[in-house]
């Protein structure tokens, strides 16, 4: 086996991003173009237009939007394709696409009237609020479900196992945007506070803002809660595993203290599957944090995303993808990392 | 001498019976015997069965009329729509009137908290909620289960082929694989749904069957390549070597023994995937992109997912099904993947 330092292990990895998530870019697109419906005519739906001059605005805007040439004829789907990379110079006659770091402009988010905003910038002011979001409640339920996975293998059939076995169960066969909800009927019975977010928690800057961190408590606390139900009853079920091997049983046999034996010698055998199972975790988190934020009205790219996918707006979709499809590659490519970092035996 | 011959011909019956009693269960008794060990397993049993009791019996009913063509016997132009689900009682003239229609607006009886005449209470458009809630299962179920299923039959397939032939197809499943599974489920799933949802309007409440489609499409790939691992390791064993060299066809070795074989872990991530389903369709319902005119309890908490504080009621009985059909599949999924877990049967 030949080995290679982690360091090259990981630039081979992020270079193995870029394959990916063209091949993410090129199924959106060709399914976009797959599908039916008059893309003008959406646009159009959005837009001021008298009936005399219908077709003079119809040509106009499949113009814009880089649908037809300035002859009215449809351009091929290929071209559309290469330009949206930015390969192909675009009907204004400059290369604009993802390789100069343009997503387009967004047919359902205007400016005045008629004018879509650039979708970078959509992208770059909402995609704090969803990383702010996930990435606490990713940290937190992580910990938490290690903790609480190792406290319910090391008193089996106890009460307490019983017990959050029995909520964990609860908690997994419930829709999370259903839990959303639960959480915030709690919270309105409990402190008054339903935790739907309202503008004054996004003033700039928002992370000196008070209202911000108090109307992120609730979206947390739930996505925190269904990262943990499905995380520690894994953790529970991997740490169960390794407790019934052998070199445990040699390692009660030496002497050890209980607790030495199971954070020297079991927890650490156990941290890979944990690592496994929170990047099987990932794409639920991810999926989880669009629930949440459509049903809190978390501005994030979630509800973003949700409502392009609403309204049909066709570039936005595109880029959504693009990210979230990049978050996921990103996040998975962190766990696969530090499978090194706590398995010392792993050489790439 | 006789007597040893006596003893020697107890022990052979004993033997026989024995032989014969495990003959007699096949993997699907063994397996049964196991989760029946399972008392949380057998629960989720028994809730799945039931729930599939219920769903067929609303079928039936909902469909009986139709079927008979009782739905309009004196060709009453304004009784298009049948208004209750009644029982006729022998020999009198008179019906005994049972539960509304799941989508017949009861006339000045909207938004009434549980009562004795309706003990679920009636929504904001007067429809009875224990009928919706009732007749919703079938379509509910239908959608999970036949939406899994599909998904694991295209799953095993592309995969038993991919693994099978190895090769330029298997490349090519493999690196579309990668790239579908490097998009999280739920997005991609709302992405496609929400682009091809217009081919539903030329066919009636087609837009359930375009989800499943799409969702069979997105969701092969987990199936596929666990198939396609158990195939690699089958394809060295003899018993497929000696098939081979009796003459048989692929398509046989295939389909009857290297697909029976690779069974018992898709039958769990099928058990599984059913819960997962049902989630994701009332998701898809939740957030916008459902049928409204269709009966499912999905697009019933969507249209009343604002009303939990004003009219807990309303979304609260559908959500309350959803909640135990999830966790009866998800209790039967664990049994039974303990049930046919190899490691399990040694110990």
Known sequence: MIKISLRSYALRRILYLFPTLLGISIISFALIAASPGDPIQIRLGLWIGEQPEYEEVYNQVGFDIGVLDENGEPVSMFVRYFRWLGLVKDQYGVRSGILQGNLGNSW???????????????????????????????????????????????????LWDKGVTLASLIGF????????????????????????????????????????????????????????????????????????????????????????????????NAMLPIITVVGLALPGLLGGSVMVEGVFGWPGLGSVFLTSALQRDQPMMMATNFVFGGMFLGFRLLVDLSYAIVDPRIRY | MTILSEAIIEREARILEEIKLVEGSNLWAIVMRRMKKSQMGMIGFYIVVSLMVMAIVAFIILQYDALFGLNNPTNDPYDILNYYVEIWVPGTDKYIRLIAHPSYIIPGDQTLAPNANYPFGTDTRGFDILSRTFFGSSLSLILGIVGQMTTSVLGMIIGAVSGYFGGFFDDVV????????????????????????????????????????IFALIGWGGTSLIVRAKILSLKQTEFIEAERALGAKDARIIFKHIIPNSLSPVIVITTLGIANTIIQIAALAFFGLGDATAVTWGDDLAYHRDNLLTYWWMPTWPALMIFITILGFNLMGDALLDALDPKQAAG
């Open chain 1, 173 to 268: 066969s419930m829709p999370v945007f259903w839990l959303a909800k639960l959480v915030m009927l709690t919270a309105f019975y409990l402190f008054n506070f339903t935790g739907a977010t309202t503008g004054d928690a996004f003033t700039e800057p928002f992370l000196i803002n008070p209202r911000f961190y108090l109307f992120l408590i609730l979206p947390t606390v739930t996505l925190v809660l269904t990262g943990l139900v499905f995380l520690s009853r894994l953790t529970r079920s991997q740490l169960l595993d390794i407790l019934r091997q052998d070199y445990i049983t040699t390692a009660r046999a030496k002497g050890l203290t209980e607790r030495r034996v199971i954070y020297k010698h079991a927890f650490r």
């Open chain 1, 108 to 158: 359902f988010y205007t400016m005045s009237g008629n004018i879509g905003k650039p979708i970078s910038d959509i992208i770059v002011g909402r995609l704090w609020y969803t990383l702010f979001l996930t990435t606490p409640a990713f940290v937190i339920s992580t910990i938490l479900a290690t903790i609480i996975g190792v406290i319910q293998a090391t008193r089996q059939y106890s």
């Open chain 2, 174 to 213: 493999q690196r579309l694989n990668e790239v579908i599974t490097a998009m999280p489920g739920f997005i991609l799933f709302i992405f496609v749904v929400s682009i091809f949802r217009d081919i539903a309007s030329s066919i009636p409440g087609g837009l359930y069957m375009i989800v499943i489609v």
